[in-house]
């Protein structure tokens, strides 16, 4: 059985610094490492011993949460493991996003979820926020996602949530959590900047949001989600909360926590209280899946910084550099399968899809079962045909045969799935119902990726499925990392609670392609 007990934090307020180490000083560069473990595909410029020491507390951790919440450990295939990029600081991945305000960043795709954390913070002091709290903030993200991916969550869970778990204490024998986030502490206790009637209803990412209310946001929906997971008494509390969420709307659901001026206050005892809960887990009771690490070979460690961009995503003007790079290293290695699989999404970012297909043409000519090579090559063609229009059906099932092939390889990898449907919605022929049920099937897989639910929901409104649309939209709706394409799905959903036909459609009709979504940062 496995073994979970209770910790008390004496005199939290008063010693925050205590309960979080903060990161020495980063190693000296070694070579590319690729660390496989059950959940996680792990590339970092380190020494082998401390990568796997990383990727071993990242399957551990992963144990531990489904262990405190009783979820069962299901084994996933290789395409749904979370690719982490370690970089070797904050500078380093504020330079890869273009960003000088984020530490970290989570992208939930359908095509692979991905993160960017740095190996060092250079973040000191009492407050300091270590590059272990950005990456476990980071993995909640998506495990919460991957997990519960059709709950709604209001941005104050959402937040709350990751934070919750960024401040894991991993001990030489167990896994503890509840620690506060020493990074927060400042406005934790300011219900001025947030009170709770802002904290249920509004979100983070608000442009009206100041910095200072932004920074007292997470401390305080910390502290909420302390208070109604490890409070006493109050997880009946929270389970009532979400249950009205299911159903209703966010204020219905905040009306459930009683007086917001009463639960600031009550907010605020308990953190100012003496003792304050943590869950404990012993390591003995985590067994995890093995851990195996190579050294890259210097083609795959030279095409690292194209994949790398490639991989964070984009535009126009940023890939046409990208690709001029990713040229440079394929000349170097022409017959890699690795290089021609980066060059080939280089040159698909960049517009030139014939370029794309010929480097996926490489790529499975020295590797015939690379999924990936076949996905572009998938993806090259059907860009070329839609480019010229073209109805033969026969040259569309060419395109849908790549999709099919790589589902083959790997038939839980969600990518696949959603690419065959979108061919044949290009197409212009017939909806094939197999295909829907593909698509249907790679949002259970993957119900992180906000495009892929707006797909599912439209498929669903297409066939007057009103739940079933609704439940898919209403994940985008409340994502507090949504932006514009949040708004644009609470809408829709609005049209659709509505049980208006009409105004369903016309709806749907009106607003066309939703805005494309930003990456999920912190």
């Given at each position: 059985?496995t073994s979970v007990?209770w910790?008390?934090m004496?005199g939290w307020?008063?010693?925050?610094?205590g309960w979080?180490a903060?990161?020495?000083a980063?190693?000296?560069a070694?070579a590319?490492?690729?660390a496989?473990?059950?959940h996680f595909l792990?590339?970092?410029d380190?020494d082998?011993?401390?990568?796997?020491a990383?990727?071993?507390?990242?399957?551990?951790?992963?144990k531990a949460?489904?262990?405190?919440?009783?979820?069962?450990?299901t084994p996933?295939s290789?395409?749904q493991?979370?690719?982490?990029?370690?970089?070797?600081?904050?500078?380093?991945v504020?330079r890869?996003?273009?960003?000088?305000g984020?530490a970290?960043v989570?992208l939930?795709?359908?095509?692979g979820?991905?993160?960017?954390v740095p190996?060092e913070?250079?973040d000191?002091g009492?407050?300091a926020?270590s590059?272990?709290?950005?990456?476990?903030?980071?993995?909640a993200?998506?495990?919460m996602?991957?997990?519960w991916?059709?709950r709604?969550?209001?941005?104050?869970?959402v937040?709350g949530f990751?934070?919750?778990?960024?401040?894991a204490i991993?001990?030489?024998d167990r896994?503890?959590?509840?620690?506060?986030?020493l990074?927060?502490a400042v406005?934790?206790i300011d219900?001025?900047?947030?009170p709770?009637?802002?904290?249920l209803l509004r979100?983070?990412?608000?442009?009206k949001?100041?910095?200072?209310?932004?920074q007292t946001f997470y401390g305080?929906?910390?502290l909420?989600?302390h208070y109604?997971t490890l409070?006493?008494g109050e997880?009946?509390?929270?389970?009532?909360?979400?249950d009205t969420?299911?159903?209703?709307?966010a204020?219905?659901?905040?009306?459930t926590l009683?007086d917001?001026r009463q639960l600031?206050?009550a907010?605020n005892?308990?953190?100012?209280s003496?003792?304050?809960p943590?869950?404990g887990i012993?390591?003995?009771?985590?067994p995890?899946?093995?851990v195996?690490?190579?050294?890259?070979g210097?083609?795959?460690?030279?095409?690292m910084?194209v994949?790398?961009?490639?991989?964070?995503?984009?535009?126009?003007?940023?890939a046409?550099?990208?690709?001029e790079e990713a040229?440079?290293v394929?000349?170097?290695?022409p017959?890699d399968?690795?290089v021609q699989v980066?060059?080939?999404e280089a040159?698909?970012?960049a517009?030139?899809?014939a370029?794309?297909?010929?480097a996926?043409?490489r790529?499975?000519?020295?590797?015939?079962k690379?999924g990936r090579?076949?996905?572009?090559?998938?993806?090259?063609?059907?860009?070329l045909?839609?480019a010229d229009?073209?109805?033969?059906a026969?040259?569309?099932?060419t395109?849908?045969?790549?999709?099919?092939?790589?589902n083959?390889?790997?038939p839980?990898?969600p990518w696949p799935?959603?690419a065959?449907?979108?061919a044949?919605?290009?197409?212009?022929?017939?909806?094939?119902?197999?295909a829907e049920?593909?698509?249907?099937?790679a949002?259970?897989l993957a119900?992180f990726d906000?495009g892929?639910a707006i797909?599912?929901a439209?498929?669903?409104i297409?066939?007057?499925?009103?739940?079933?649309?609704?439940?898919a939209?209403?994940?985008?709706a409340?994502?507090?990392?949504?932006?514009?394409t949040a708004?644009?799905a609470?809408?829709?959903?609005?049209a659709?609670?509505?049980?208006d036909p009409a105004?369903i459609?016309a709806m749907?009709e009106?607003?066309g392609?939703p805005?494309?979504p930003?990456?999920e940062?912190r």
């Amino acid at each position: 059985m496995t073994s979970v007990g209770w910790v008390v934090m004496r005199g939290w307020l008063a010693g925050l610094a205590g309960w979080i180490a903060v990161a020495g000083a980063a190693p000296a560069a070694a070579a590319w490492q690729e660390a496989s473990s059950p959940h996680f595909l792990v590339y970092s410029d380190d020494d082998p011993a401390e990568v796997t020491a990383f990727a071993t507390t990242l399957e551990r951790f992963d144990k531990a949460m489904r262990v405190m919440r009783g979820l069962p450990d299901t084994p996933v295939s290789a395409a749904q493991r979370v690719t982490v990029y370690v970089l070797k600081d904050v500078r380093a991945v504020q330079r890869l996003l273009g960003s000088s305000g984020v530490a970290g960043v989570y992208l939930p795709r359908v095509s692979g979820a991905i993160a960017f954390v740095p190996r060092e913070t250079h973040d000191r002091g009492k407050l300091a926020l270590s590059a272990q709290a950005v990456l476990l903030h980071e993995y909640a993200h998506h495990f919460m996602f991957a997990t519960w991916g059709e709950r709604p969550f209001p941005a104050w869970f959402v937040e709350g949530f990751a934070e919750f778990n960024a401040t894991a204490i991993v001990q030489p024998d167990r896994i503890l959590f509840g620690a506060p986030p020493l990074y927060r502490a400042v406005g934790m206790i300011d219900t001025d900047q947030v009170p709770a009637r802002d904290l249920l209803l509004r979100s983070p990412s608000e442009r009206k949001m100041t910095p200072e209310q932004r920074q007292t946001f997470y401390g305080r929906a910390w502290l909420l989600t302390h208070y109604l997971t490890l409070g006493r008494g109050e997880r009946e509390t929270m389970r009532g909360y979400f249950d009205t969420l299911d159903h209703k709307t966010a204020a219905e659901a905040a009306a459930t926590l009683g007086d917001p001026r009463q639960l600031d206050k009550a907010l605020n005892a308990y953190a100012r209280s003496k003792r304050l809960p943590m869950f404990g887990i012993k390591l003995a009771d985590l067994p995890i899946g093995a851990v195996t690490v190579r050294a890259l070979g210097a083609a795959e460690a030279a095409i690292m910084p194209v994949r790398q961009r490639s991989q964070r995503g984009v535009d126009s003007r940023s890939a046409r550099g990208v690709v001029e790079e990713a040229r440079l290293v394929a000349a170097r290695f022409p017959s890699d399968p690795a290089v021609q699989v980066a060059l080939a999404e280089a040159e698909y970012d960049a517009g030139d899809y014939a370029a794309a297909d010929a480097a996926a043409a490489r790529a499975l000519a020295a590797s015939p079962k690379l999924g990936r090579a076949m996905m572009y090559r998938g993806m090259a063609q059907e860009a070329l045909a839609a480019a010229d229009k073209s109805t033969d059906a026969a040259r569309w099932k060419t395109v849908r045969g790549w999709f099919r092939d790589a589902n083959r390889l790997d038939p839980e990898d969600p990518w696949p799935l959603a690419a065959f449907y979108q061919a044949y919605a290009r197409s212009g022929e017939p909806m094939s119902a197999n295909a829907e049920k593909g698509l249907a099937y790679a949002y259970q897989l993957a119900p992180f990726d906000r495009g892929l639910a707006i797909s599912v929901a439209m498929m669903h409104i297409k066939h007057q499925r009103r739940d079933e649309a609704a439940a898919a939209l209403r994940r985008v709706a409340y994502d507090p990392h949504g932006g514009q394409t949040a708004e644009w799905a609470m809408t829709l959903l609005t049209a659709l609670q509505s049980n208006d036909p009409a105004a369903i459609a016309a709806m749907a009709e009106a607003a066309g392609a939703p805005p494309a979504p930003p990456p999920e940062e912190r």
